[in-house]
Nanobody, 125 residues
Framework: QVQLVESGGGLVQAGGSLRLSCAAS????????MGWFRQVSGKEREFVAA????????YYADSLKARFTISRDNAKNTVDLRMNILNPEDTAVYYC??????????????????WGQGTQVTVSL
């Protein structure tokens, strides 16, 4: 079992930045691809970004790759999501997820094995 806990969410003004962190326990993350998703109430969970198990490869939603950066520190068992130039459309609950994949970068919800509880990000005008 992998337990994931997100932190770093909050209220930010449009144009600002936030750094979300995901801390894992239970198993080392070095065997897992990691992803960030977000969800607005009443809508489907949406892929944001993912990073391979070694950290050598990343993948982003097309609309977000210019502003968001995913990174990981396997020694610390953490994964971060840096979000810049935030706008109100980025308001959502952000989830960290782990997939037992060594060589691929999953982008679908159903490909992930473990999920955190989510952290709320609210961007105001």
């Amino acid at each position: 079992q992998v337990q994931l806990v997100e932190s770093g969410g909050g209220l930010v003004q449009a144009g600002g930045s936030l750094r979300l962190s995901c801390a894992a326990s239970g198993r080392t993350l070095s065997n897992y691809a990691m992803g960030w998703f977000r969800q607005v109430s009443g809508k489907e969970r949406e892929f944001v970004a993912a990073i391979s198990a070694t950290g050598g490869n990343t993948y982003y939603a097309d609309s977000l790759k210019a502003r968001f950066t995913i990174s990981r520190d396997n020694a610390k068992n953490t994964v971060d999501l840096r979000m810049n130039i935030l706008n109100p459309e980025d308001t959502a609950v952000y989830y960290c997820a782990a997939a037992a994949r060594l060589f691929t970068i999953p982008t679908r919800v159903r490909e992930y094995d473990y999920w955190g509880q989510g952290t709320q990000v609210t961007v105001s005008l």
